[in-house]
Nanobody, 123 residues
Framework: QVQLVESGGGLVQAGGSLRLSCAAS????????MAWYRRAPGKQRELVAG???????NYADSVKGRFAISRDNAKNTVYLQMNSLKPEDTAVYYC?????????????????WGQGTRVTVSS
């Protein structure tokens, strides 16, 4: 299977920046879509940004112009650059990756989640 390890969360003042990273590892696999979600206290999980294998990106309206998602296919890593952070961006951020795992002639789809990294923005 494919495991995801996230890093880069922390405490930052409003207006500051953070960069989240999420690296995938495990058995032989190829990655299709990569995305970041977040869950704020008392709220449901929401999609923050996504990036396809072809590099097409999409963003939640609340982060457009402030956040940027990117990926390094050679490193199987997705990034989320977060600028002009606001207190309402405070949440646990999760990366999500889907694709295909291979073992000989066997192949299967996978969808993996990271363990989450906490981002706290103080006012």
């Amino acid at each position: 299977q494919v495991q995801l390890v996230e890093s880069g969360g922390g405490l930052v003042q409003a207006g500051g920046s953070l960069r989240l990273s999420c690296a995938a590892s495990g058995s032989t696999f190829s990655i299709n879509n990569m995305a970041w979600y977040r869950r704020a206290p008392g709220k449901q999980r929401e999609l923050v940004a996504g990036i396809s294998s072809g590099g097409v990106t999409n963003y939640a309206d609340s982060v457009k112009g402030r956040f940027a998602i990117s990926r390094d296919n050679a490193k199987n890593t997705v990034y989320l650059q977060m600028n002009s952070l606001k207190p309402e961006d405070t949440a646990v951020y999760y990366c999500n990756v889907d694709g295909t795992v291979y073992s000989g002639d066997y192949r299967d789809s996978f969808n993996s989640w990271g363990q989450g990294t906490r981002v706290t923005v103080s006012s």
